[in-house]
Nanobody, 123 residues
Framework: QMQLVESGGGLVQAGGSLRLSCAASGRGSSDVTLGWFRQAPGKEREFVTAISWTGASTYYADSVKGRFTISRDNAKTTVYLQMNSLKPEDTAVYFC????????????????RGQGTQVTVSS
């Protein structure tokens, strides 16, 4: 089993920044693809970004390219999402997810998911 615990959400004004963290623990937590999804009220879940276990490969949705950056610590068990130039449309619950897939195929290969952290961007 693997556990994923997110932190770092909150309320920020448009144009501001937030940094989310996801700590993975348990079996396989250092060699798994980690990523972030988000879901806003009344909307479908959106695949935001992912990073391979080595950190060499990343994927970003078009909606966040150039504004969000995903990274992974040296121990490979914590993933960070630096969110800059935030917009009201970025408001959502952000979920950390893990799976043994290539980064762009994480949506079809999620094996574990965290509880989520709320990000609210005010206009």
């Amino acid at each position: 089993q693997m556990q994923l615990v997110e932190s770092g959400g909150g309320l920020v004004q448009a144009g501001g920044s937030l940094r989310l963290s996801c700590a993975a623990s348990g079996r396989g937590s250092s060699d798994v693809t980690l990523g972030w999804f988000r879901q806003a009220p009344g909307k479908e879940r959106e695949f935001v970004t992912a990073i391979s276990w080595t950190g060499a490969s990343t994927y970003y949705a078009d909606s966040v390219k150039g504004r969000f950056t995903i990274s992974r610590d040296n121990a490979k068990t914590t993933v960070y999402l630096q969110m800059n130039s935030l917009k009201p449309e970025d408001t959502a619950v952000y979920f950390c997810a893990a799976g043994w897939t290539a980064v762009r195929y994480l949506p079809t290969g999620v094996k574990y998911r965290g509880q989520g952290t709320q990000v609210t961007v005010s206009s």
